[in-house]
């Protein structure tokens, strides 16, 4: 996938946990998709770890202020850098 398609997907799915300022309820349905889509979004290790993460700071009354999914892209595409592995 796009890494900016999953820029505007993230930007989307932090827009939905807005929904829970005026809604609250809808965090008991958005906590649990959100930690998934995380998981599909950005694999291996690290899409757990944020999948984890999401899910509880969604879950948390006055935590969803936080874009968790926009941070986990800055994370992907611009401050993570490229391991270069060496074979022996």
């Given at each position: 996938m796009n890494k900016y398609k999953k820029l505007a997907i993230s930007l989307v799915c932090d827009a939905l946990g807005y929904v829970s300022f005026v809604f609250p309820p809808f965090d008991i349905v958005w906590a649990p998709l959100a930690g998934y889509l995380m998981t599909k979004l950005y694999k291996g290790r690290t899409g757990k770890i944020a999948g984890a993460i999401v899910f509880i700071e969604?879950?948390?009354?006055?935590?969803d202020i936080v874009p968790t999914f926009?941070?986990?892209?800055?994370y992907s595409y611009v401050f993570k850098t490229e391991e270069t592995v060496i074979e022996v």
């Open positions: 969604e879950a948390m009354p006055f935590l926009t941070l986990m892209w800055l």
